[in-house]
T-cell receptor, first 112, second 118 residues
Framework: KQEVTQIPAALSVPEGENLVLNCSFT??????LQWFRQDPGKGLTSLLL?????REQTSGRLNASLDKSSGRSTLYIAASQPGDSATYLC???????????FGKGTKLTVNP | GAGVSQSPRYKVTKRGQDVALRCDPI?????LYWYRQALGQGPEFLTY????????KSGLPNDRFSAERPEGSISTLTIQRTEQRDSAMYRC????????????????FGPGTRLTVL
């Protein structure tokens, strides 16, 4: 059974700092990996999707990497801003399914 | 265009009552997914559809939970004889793997329905 772990559970940083969020998964036979952002009272917003054949994806100040063989992904946020404060969720889709398996998330607070 | 919408946004019900939660996916999206999210946890898969066909219902916790998507668009998740442990955020997502040519594409989530069972 696929399990996804996110470390740390919570992170507080000053504005402008670069930071890394970590995600690990137990079964390397994934089809793709997605990073989401969750804001209170709102839905999940997809940030980046990495196919299993890819090593990284970039969008603006966000960069996600994938090392499938070691079961790890990182989300790098450059020059963090208070508006980046949210919970970040990592999720994978396994080789034989279309369902997402989520981690518990990392709650990020960026202080002005 | 419009995103995934869900209704109601909040539902408070008494134990033993039936509830129906609605999801309206992004227009043209083939696949529709239901997830449940407890406080402090990530969403957990319940079931999903391609068009009107229910492809996987392995995440439904018991037979009080059912879902349908009769015309391949709007979906309803029904919980019969609700219990307090059913209280959670119920999230719907849609994607279009068939039209994109990929087996599993980005899933776009709605705002969720917060269900509280008293």
């Amino acid at each position: 059974k696929q399990e996804v772990t996110q470390i740390p559970a919570a992170l507080s940083v000053p504005e402008g700092e670069n930071l890394v969020l970590n995600c690990s998964f137990t079964d390397s036979a994934i089809y793709n990996l997605q990073w989401f952002r969750q804001d209170p009272g709102k839905g999940l917003t997809s940030l980046l999707l990495i196919q299993s054949s890819q090593r990284e994806q970039t969008s603006g100040r966000l960069n996600a990497s994938l090392d499938k063989s070691s079961g790890r992904s990182t989300l790098y946020i450059a020059a963090s801003q208070p508006g980046d404060s949210a919970t970040y969720l990592c999720a994978v889709i396994g080789g034989g399914s279309e369902k997402l398996v989520f981690g518990k998330g990392t709650k990020l607070t960026v202080n002005p | 265009g419009a995103g995934v919408s869900q209704s109601p946004r909040y539902k408070v019900t008494k134990r033993g009552q039936d509830v129906a939660l609605r999801c309206d996916p992004i227009s043209g999206h083939v696949s529709l997914y239901w997830y449940r999210q407890a406080l402090g946890q990530g969403p957990e898969f319940l079931t999903y559809f391609n068009y009107e066909a229910q492809q996987d219902k392995s995440g439904l916790p018991n037979d009080r939970f059912s879902a349908e998507r009769p015309e391949g668009s709007i979906s309803t998740l029904t919980i019969q004889r609700t219990e307090q442990r059913d209280s959670a955020m119920y999230r719907c997502a849609s994607s279009s793997p068939r039209t994109s040519g990929r087996r599993a594409d980005t899933q776009y989530f709605g705002p969720g329905t917060r269900l509280t069972v008293l």
